[in-house]
């Protein structure tokens, strides 16, 4: 009975983190870039499925961390309608929360600046999907009100399983759409290739004028 009474908390609290934007307008227009660069990120590394992420672009995701944890001070500051610091020191969770937010945004950067993971593991984990969902669940907590315990983390990485399916989805349905069967083109030749060809060309060409002599 508990285990299903904590299953109906985390399918209700998923809905609250879904519809939460809809419900908070500042939470709306935080949230709006996080979904349009995941949405994009994704079409393009479905068009262009061998590209890897790479560590340049690992290390930027990370960088969303601390971009929102500052964008949380701001709201926090303002949160009188005029703008004091003795609200965001007065307001001692969410400070918490926005300097753990921090923290955490330094260490993963460090960890992608020295390229402490192995380089498959990295580019998952900093990969727009977890770096998206994982920064939207914090504003939640923040800007609308959402707990901040084991349901919302149980919640959230369903959150996550859903949508990391759906952009799954969408990537193997673009590569479908954009590999029309019998018309794939050859692959291209690098620079390598293409002089052994002409090395080669060139070769049968003085051997031919051997032969003839």
Known sequence: ??????????????????????????????????????????????????EELGWNTAFGNTMVFLFVSLNLIQTMYFADGIGSWDNVFS???????????????????????????????????FSAPPVNVSVYVLMTIVYAGVPADMVTLTAAVLLFILIFALLKAIQILESMAGKPEGLELPPAETKEEQLLKKLKKKNIRLQKGKDEE
């Open 91 to 125: 307001n001692t969770f969410y400070l918490s929360i926005t300097t753990a937010l921090v923290g955490a945004a330094f260490f993963l950067m460090m960890i992608t600046y020295y390229h402490l993971l192995p380089k498959s593991v990295a580019f998952f984990l």
């Open 1 to 50: 009975m508990q285990s299903m009474a904590f299953l109906e908390e985390v399918v209700s609290r998923l809905s609250v983190l879904v519809f939460a934007p809809l419900n908070d307008e500042l939470l709306l227009w935080a949230a709006l870039p996080l979904l349009l660069a995941t949405l994009f990120m994704t079409l393009y590394f479905g068009k262009y499925s061998k």
